[in-house]
């Protein structure tokens, strides 16, 4: 049977196949392989403490998942309603919130798509993406709240935040401004941009904001920044 699957593969998947069970292929659960960039980090790092904001599913697009499979745990935050049933089941060994989180307490309108991935709190986003290829299925008023107020609520005592995942589709600036940087310092931090030069990153307020909080701009893929932290001597 064996031989027979042989000989009707193509030869790209018959190369795929014995790389993956030669052990050379590493598996990614990030959208633009995040995790991998990550992974090149903290290859030294034994089993630490991550964040995830807008979180979105315990494995698909996922920044974090590859770290928890490796014994990390985290605080996984998502404003899905009924998003953390699965992260419960797949993940139990983390601190899973359903919450909305911007820069202060307020009741806002949240818009949720069939594809959950791009649910978001930004109208304007909804108002440019247009409904072509993905549906506006619900709209829901939910209260928000800092992340510093979630933090302090969840985080364990004395635990440091190796990096924190966020990907909240346009709300990543209220994100980082509703954080207390000197309290909650993670190491790396990263954030959905929509920029995809480096000029335009570098104009830009999420970039400018980290900046003054004393990240350097370490990485890029196509969507998201990756960011060390500059008051670290860690490489």
């Keep these: 049977m064996k031989e027979l699957l042989k000989a009707f593969l193509p ?31 903290f290859e030294n790092e034994k089993a630490s403490f991550f964040v995830d904001v807008g979180a979105h599913h315990p494995k698909r697009f996922s920044n974090t998942y590859y770290f928890y499979k490796r014994g990390w745990s985290g605080i996984n935050i998502d404003a899905t309603p ?18 909305a989180v911007s820069n202060n307490n307020r009741e806002v309108t949240f ?24 549906q506006l299925i619900e709209e829901k008023n939910i209260t928000t709240r800092p992340l510093r107020d979630v933090l302090a609520e969840h985080l364990p005592p004395n635990t440091n935040i190796k990096f924190i995942s966020i990907d909240v589709e346009g709300y990543d600036l209220e994100v980082v401004q509703s954080n207390d940087w000197k309290l909650y310092r993670p190491e790396y931090v990263l954030l959905e941009s ?7 990153v570098q104009s830009g307020p999420l970039y400018h904001y980290m ?19 500059g008051l670290s001597s860690r490489t």
């Design 11 to 41: 030869l790209w998947l018959k190369n795929i196949l014995k790389d993956w069970i030669g052990g050379y292929a590493i598996k990614s659960y990030s959208q633009e392989g995040e995790d991998m960039i990550l992974r090149r980090i």
């Design 111 to 134: 818009f949720m798509y069939n594809e959950p991935a791009l649910n978001t709190f930004d109208k304007a986003l909804v108002q440019r993406r247009g409904h072509d290829t993905y």
């Design 82 to 99: 009924g998003s953390m049933a699965a992260f419960r089941r797949a993940r139990p060994r983390d601190i899973n919130i359903e919450a």
């Design 211 to 229: 900046v003054q909080q004393n990240y350097k701009l370490f990485a890029k893929t196509v969507l998201t920044l990756i960011f060390k932290d």
């Design 194 to 200: 929509t920029d995809k030069y480096m000029d335009e």
